[in-house]
């Protein structure tokens, strides 16, 4: 065995502390005046949440932006950090999902590369071809970093990778720097009541989707294994708890923290695998919550890889991670999924079989479909991965 692990430029995550109270004193410690909120939009419009945090910061509250739509489209991103640049923000901080944080980070560059236009962003995204060769654009360090307040459990807080949505095309497309990861994140239970129970549940198994890629790929390595199992075991436990008990703080607190763990393959450089190359074109694309992209493609893409006799022994090892020892690892992540009622076909949430081609040929342009632990040959399999979804 031998590799690297990579490390970000994150300097702490802050648990278990109400956020408007730590984003306060985090500012304070950053030395920063100018705080501009990017806020998600249901804990903007019918939460006191935002406004709480914005009296906490007092002087220092600079504005606020809230409504980037799910996938962090490019014109609602750009929207934003021209708002952000005109408050003279020195500081940004997320409070709200996945599509806000990653949003934020497209906005980062946007203000360090003076983006006004959304065609703009041609030059900064990353580029992936048909065969799976990566082109990186050089990005410059933001001078304007965020801290993160996530309300779901996708995890993007934790990554120095972006996600942006292209209107143009319906393709989501990634920015990648180091600076692009929070300075900080603050995990905080409690405002996660707001977040829809289908919201937070399904973005838990986003969560999962990394732990099982992460332990099923060729380059997975005891370091990643072991948050990556603990977080399988926090989540299962968790979630459910969540869904019993909606003001179970303890138990969003441990879902919080688990997917925090479930984070560390993706940052430490692990390559996912198909489940969330096709997932993010389930989402660009035809519109699918990343959640749900997870709670379909995940089950299907470990039934497709089971059938290579050399990916057995990790896929027994995810089985097992969900207390299922001896069961087929798709059939113990399909029968979770299924528990916490969520959906488990493309059908239930919209996608037919006409779109499978269009589905199919834009995920071949996502770095990630390259490193599947099976090798995807091109748009037939991935035809023959979404009807095992379907």
């Given amino acids: 065995m031998a590799g690297a692990i990579r490390f970000t430029e994150m300097e702490q995550v802050i648990y278990g502390k109400p956020a408007a109270q730590a984003v306060a004193k985090e500012a304070r410690r950053l030395g920063k005046s100018r705080v501009f909120i990017i806020a998600g939009k249901t804990m903007n419009e019918t939460t006191d949440e935002v406004d709480r945090m914005a009296d906490a910061l007092g002087d220092a509250y600079a504005g606020r932006f809230a409504g980037i739509p799910p996938h962090s489209p490019r014109d609602a991103v750009v929207e934003a950090a021209n708002a952000a640049r005109d408050a003279g923000t020195d500081l940004l901080v997320t409070f709200g999902g996945g599509s806000?944080?990653?949003?934020?980070?497209?906005?980062?560059?946007?203000?360090?590369?003076?983006?006004?236009?959304?065609?703009?962003?041609?030059?900064?995204?990353?580029?992936?071809?048909?065969?799976?060769?990566?082109?990186?654009?050089?990005?410059?360090?933001?001078?304007?970093?965020?801290?993160?307040?996530?309300?779901?459990?996708?995890?993007?807080?934790?990554?120095?990778?972006?996600?942006?949505?292209?209107?143009?095309?319906?393709?989501?497309?990634?920015?990648?720097?180091?600076?692009?990861?929070?300075?900080?994140?603050?995990?905080?239970?409690?405002?996660?009541?707001?977040?829809?129970?289908?919201?937070?549940?399904?973005?838990?198994?986003?969560?999962?989707?990394?732990?099982?890629?992460?332990?099923?790929?060729?380059?997975?390595?005891?370091?990643?294994?072991?948050?990556?199992?603990?977080?399988?075991?926090?989540?299962?436990?968790?979630?459910?708890?969540?869904?019993?008990?909606?003001?179970?703080?303890?138990?969003?607190?441990?879902?919080?923290?688990?997917?925090?763990?479930?984070?560390?393959?993706?940052?430490?450089?692990?390559?996912?695998?198909?489940?969330?190359?096709?997932?993010?074109?389930?989402?660009?694309?035809?519109?699918?919550?990343?959640?749900?992209?997870?709670?379909?493609?995940?089950?299907?893409?470990?039934?497709?890889?089971?059938?290579?006799?050399?990916?057995?022994?990790?896929?027994?090892?995810?089985?097992?991670a969900f207390g299922k020892p001896g069961a087929a690892a798709g059939d113990a992540v399909r029968a979770f999924v299924a528990g916490l009622g969520l959906p488990g076909t493309l059908g239930e949430v919209g996608v037919s079989a006409d779109q499978y081609d269009l589905i199919a040929k834009n995920s071949l342009h996502d770095r990630w479909l390259h490193t599947n632990p099976r090798k995807v040959n091109g748009a037939d399999d991935v035809i023959r991965l979404l009807e095992l979804a379907s």
């Fill in 100 to 320: 806000v944080t990653d949003g934020t980070k497209v906005i980062q560059v946007c203000l360090e590369h003076d983006v006004t236009d959304m065609a703009q962003l041609d030059d900064y995204c990353i580029r992936t071809t048909d065969d799976g060769k990566v082109q990186m654009p050089e990005l410059r360090p933001s001078s304007v970093r965020q801290i993160s307040v996530p309300t779901t459990l996708s995890g993007g807080e934790f990554n120095p990778l972006g996600g942006c949505t292209d209107p143009r095309i319906k393709v989501k497309q990634g920015y990648r720097h180091p600076s692009l990861v929070p300075v900080s994140v603050i995990l905080d239970p409690a405002p996660t009541v707001h977040t829809p129970e289908w919201v937070f549940l399904s973005t838990g198994i986003r969560a999962v989707d990394h732990c099982v890629e992460a332990l099923c790929s060729p380059e997975a390595n005891h370091y990643c294994d072991a948050d990556a199992l603990h977080a399988i075991r926090l989540l299962s436990s968790a979630l459910p708890r969540v869904k019993a008990d909606p003001s179970d703080m303890d138990a969003r607190l441990d879902c919080l923290i688990g997917a925090w763990l479930a984070m560390t393959a993706v940052i430490a450089g692990v390559p996912m695998g198909a489940s969330h190359a096709i997932g993010h074109i389930l989402g660009g694309t035809c519109d699918v919550p990343h959640g749900y992209t997870s709670c379909i493609m995940m089950p299907a893409v470990l039934r497709w890889n089971a059938e290579e006799p050399a990916l057995a022994e990790r896929q027994k090892i995810v089985a097992e």
